[in-house]
């Protein structure tokens, strides 16, 4: 079991046998001898940016097809928060063994839980609200909330935190979200408790979003660390909705493959909770979304391209719209 630290980051180095010393040594006379490269601290960091926005885009694209072929089983889409509750639990795990012996990637510790459980409300829920807004509303509908996430953001840091962004970043948001929104958004037919569900999904998603960035700045801690405390908090909070809401399926008459599905699912639903934390932590939750909101264009783009749709030029114009407001974003 792994062990926990206290919030104290007061950690002593493991001690090195000769033999390692020998071999750091040796490893340290052949790094010497390579050509080295010159970067900027600032380039560095972007470029770690990257490589966390990538693993990200990647593991979500590929999630979604994959819970497309496990929700297509009649059992599995009758337990949608059963599943989310297996996504934090696989979380959990990967980010324990990725905090244990000696090359750990981080030090776990115990935060205390009145301090974790708001962010894990937040993320109950998010994913609540979220499902309501797409049992209640077109599809339609339902996107364009989730392009809104974006300006919600900004407008909730304004409201509680007095935070303000450039003009720059204002409009490249805004462009990219009408370009996301003339592909996306097909249908806005909609009733007014659909439109409330939308709003308070919207708005809590926002904060999920903010809160995981100002926790870890409050708390001192890294993004994982918040995690490992957070995934097992938010998979006890789900139990009791989970219970109201799920049919508990017989896993003996699902496929063995569509089980395979469903246990690759959490490994890759623990790379996107890690790396949307990393990108939080590392940047914003304004990123984030710009992030997710190209994330969400590719993947329509991919659906579309494997169903053999042919791309008109309201989409082509949306898409350059998107693209280009986010790399005008990354460079203001």
């Given at each position: 079991?792994?062990?926990?630290?206290?919030?104290?980051?007061?950690?002593?180095?493991?001690?090195?046998?000769?033999?390692d010393e020998e071999t750091a040594l040796d490893s340290a006379l052949y790094e010497d001898r390579l050509p080295r490269w010159r970067t900027s601290s600032q380039q560095r960091s972007r470029f770690i940016d990257?490589?966390?926005?990538?693993?990200?885009?990647?593991?979500?694209?590929?999630?979604?097809?994959?819970?497309?072929?496990?929700?297509?089983?009649?059992?599995?889409?009758?337990?949608?928060?059963?599943?989310?509750?297996?996504?934090?639990?696989?979380?959990?795990?990967?980010?324990?063994a990725a905090s244990r012996g000696s090359r750990r990637l981080f030090t776990p510790i115990r935060l205390p839980t009145l301090q974790v459980l708001?962010?894990?409300?937040?993320?109950?829920?998010?994913?609540?609200?979220?499902?309501?807004?797409?049992a209640t509303n077109?599809?339609?509908?339902?996107?364009?909330?989730?392009?809104?996430t974006a300006p919600a953001v900004v407008w909730i840091n304004f409201i509680l935190f007095r935070k303000t962004i450039e003009r720059n970043k204002i409009l490249a948001v805004l462009?990219?979200?009408?370009?996301?929104?003339?592909?996306?958004?097909d249908a806005l037919r909609t009733n007014v408790i659909g439109t409330a569900i939308a709003g308070a999904a919207v708005t809590i998603t926002a904060c999920?979003?903010?809160?995981?960035?100002?926790?870890?700045?409050?708390?001192?801690?890294?993004?994982?660390?918040?995690?490992?405390?957070?995934?097992?908090?938010?998979?006890?909070?789900?139990?009791?909705?989970?219970?109201?809401?799920?049919?508990?399926?017989?896993?003996?008459?699902?496929?063995?493959?569509?089980?395979?599905?469903l246990f690759a699912g959490g490994i890759v639903a623990s790379f996107i909770n890690l790396s949307?934390?990393?990108i939080i932590g590392r940047t914003s939750a304004l990123t984030f979304n710009i992030v997710s909101n190209i994330k969400m264009l590719s993947i329509l783009s991919l659906g579309w391209y494997s169903e053999g749709r042919i791309f008109t030029l309201v989409d082509v114009v949306g898409i350059l719209l998107a693209f280009s407001g986010a790399w005008w974003y990354t460079k203001s």
């Open positions: 079991m792994t062990s926990f630290s206290t919030l104290s980051n007061d950690v002593e180095p493991p001690s090195m046998e000769s033999k990257a490589l966390w926005v990538g693993l990200n885009a990647s593991a979500t694209i590929a999630i979604v097809f994959m819970n497309k072929f496990v929700f297509a089983d009649p059992q599995l889409r009758k337990a949608q928060i059963m599943i989310s509750m297996w996504h934090f639990a696989a979380t959990f795990i990967v980010l324990c708001p962010l894990s409300a937040f993320f109950a829920g998010f994913l609540l609200l979220n499902n309501l807004s797409l077109p599809v339609g509908v339902y996107q364009l909330a989730k392009i809104l462009i990219t979200c009408t370009g996301v929104g003339i592909v996306s958004v999920y979003q903010i809160w995981i960035g100002k926790k870890i700045v409050d708390l001192g801690v890294e993004a994982p660390q918040l995690l490992l405390n957070q995934s097992a908090t938010a998979v006890c909070l789900l139990i009791p909705i989970s219970l109201c809401i799920d049919t508990f399926p017989d896993f003996s008459i699902i496929p063995a493959n569509t089980l395979r599905f949307q934390f990393m």
